[in-house]
């Protein structure tokens, strides 16, 4: 099971952690990653990690620069630093785990998935 938090209100130019923390399983050797969807939109990737070392990331065109994933294999926990947050960035968070620890910027390669938490950008 997935699990995000630290969503809420943010203000424009201001940054917000999301945390993942997975509990049942342990996800050492899962990839994992973070989605967002905007009202009426599908789930866009916005940032991966590989399932076996913190060094291999990749991110999404729109957040490069200003996001930052990392996950602690200890706590089982993933995060995603936001920072210099725009408008744009509004939408429900998901994060996302996938058997096999090369990551993947697709939806459909994840089969585990958390319920999402929202993140709401004021001006």
């Known amino acids: 099971q997935l699990t995000e938090s630290g969503g809420g209100l943010v203000q424009a130019g201001d940054s917000l952690r999301l945390s993942c923390t997975a509990s049942g399983r342990s996800f050492s050797n899962y990839a994992m990653a973070w989605f967002r969807q905007g009202p009426g939109q599908g789930r866009e990737f916005v940032a991966s990690?590989?399932?076996?070392?913190?060094?291999?990331?990749s991110y999404g065109d729109s957040v490069k620069g200003r996001f930052t994933i990392s996950r602690d294999f200890a706590k089982n926990t993933m995060y995603l630093q936001m920072n210099n947050v725009k408008s744009e960035d509004q939408g429900i968070y998901f994060c996302?785990?996938?058997?096999?620890?090369?990551?993947?910027?697709?939806?459909?390669?994840?089969?585990?998935w958390g319920q999402g938490t929202q993140v709401i950008v004021s001006a």
């Open positions: 990690i590989s399932g076996t070392t913190t060094a291999d990331t």
């Open positions: 996302a785990a996938r058997t096999g620890a090369m990551r993947s910027p697709s939806v459909g390669a994840y089969n585990y």
